[in-house]
């Protein structure tokens, strides 16, 4: 054998091993689901990583004030009380969400004014969410390929990436949490088995947790019913719960929809009684462009689309609502291989379509962040959609490598958004800490009654005419009189001295 056969020999047998070793590898990743769902984790937290940096900001600060003002049982009974007008924190006074409001004031209670561990529990709880829709997408689908799909695409969605960066967007991440767990305990009640009721009685109390946390997650029914007409009785035919489409099993969904509606009610008398509310929660034109704007959000998370400005509006162009409404149809139109994919599929619509519909009312326009609590039933479609046009390629024989990479792309391009739009929304922290400090070196204190004039407020304590100034302010330092001054009124100030004034030029204002 001459010694170039040999080369030719020995590199045929490397490339046989590395691709034996790799398919090992690709085997064993497609064995070991739990694997790859770790993997995604982890990804997340790195992408989301730079939030544990971050402090508090905009409303956050209404919570942190509110948390010192009132007492444990007066905060909380002022908090489920609708027809209390004052609520324990005045500026969301019109918005029944007394949960979200309590679970704010035990995280101060624990954590103080600790900023690190608030934004860990926000990284941690859509953590939480991503792998519940992993299980939800894997026991409807039972392909682990979607449900990992399911998982990055929620995860990793730019759209709503502020809402893991900020803390006070405590209600769309618990909201959905309870949605979510409402959803797989139902699923795991009509497994049956000696432990259904309590699953049953798990989804329930998390349904109402979920309401109590904001009225968005009521949607969430139409996926309860559409889940076990869909997917599940098809599944269970022979067994012991087949044809349980009678009067008795209607009733199971009874208590859901009661609690549905008592939300509901209390939100109408709320809207009669406030005007803030009215301005928010109104029918009209708006409702129809609004979803299609959470449609273009959903399918086209554009960079400067997806990043919000100080009202976390966003206004799409109508060529972007042609492309958005013509990607849906494609969506909706898709046709799947088997019985089972198509049920799923028909299914998580439902769950996304319905789900948009509360966030339509807004007369003020679209919040992506908003776009949050649909974001797992979005993730659920767009993967069924993504696996399926895999399975397509590999039919016309195209390698389904070039579809992967394709997935890997926009796996980085998403990954790099999120990490930017975090690290955008950390500036605003940063400042309004920076401004904190620097006044605390100033003044370690002020007198009772005092008024503290500022020149120079940076923009994040700026907006809505400095409320999130006087708020801030009030945290460290109590009930004090905030007013913003230009620099020639503060000298004027300093020539004549008042009892109890202060002046404050802040350095850092650009």
Known sequence: MSSREGSEKHTRGRNILENFRFRNAAQMLASSPHVVLALILTLIFLVYAPVLNDWFKADDFYYLRAAQLNAPLEFIVEAFDFRDTSQPVPEHVGHYRPLYMVTMWAEIELFGQHAL????????????????????????????????????????????????????????????????????????????????????????TSYLAALLYHPKAAPVLVALVAYYFLVHRGRLEGSNLKGNSSTGFWLKFAPYLYLAVVPLVVLLWQRDEHLLQQANISLGPHVYENYLRYLFLAVVPHPLIAGTGPAGGVAPTLAGGIVAFLAWLAIGTLPLKDSRTRAAHLFALLWFLTAILPLVTFGSGTFPRLFYSAGPAFALVISLFLVSALDGLSRLRVPRFAGAAVLLVLLVLASQRIFTTVQDQGLPSAQSRAFVEELQQTYPTLPEEATLYVVGVPLPLALFDGVYLRSVVSVYYGDVNVQRVSEEAAQALEQSPQPNARVFRYSGYN
């Open 117 to 204: 561990p608030h934004h860990l529990l926000s990284l941690l709880i859509h953590l939480a969410n991503a792998t519940l829709l992993w299980l939800i997408a894997r026991k409807v689908t039972q392909r682990p390929l979607i449900a990992h799909i399911a998982a990055l695409v929620f995860a990793l969605h730019p759209t709503y990436a502020t809402v893991v960066a900020w803390i006070s967007e405590r209600s769309s991440t618990l909201a959905t949490l309870g949605t979510l767990i409402c959803l797989w305990s139902f699923m795991k009640a009509l497994d049956g088995g000696p432990r259904s009721r309590l699953w049953y009685l798990v989804s329930l």
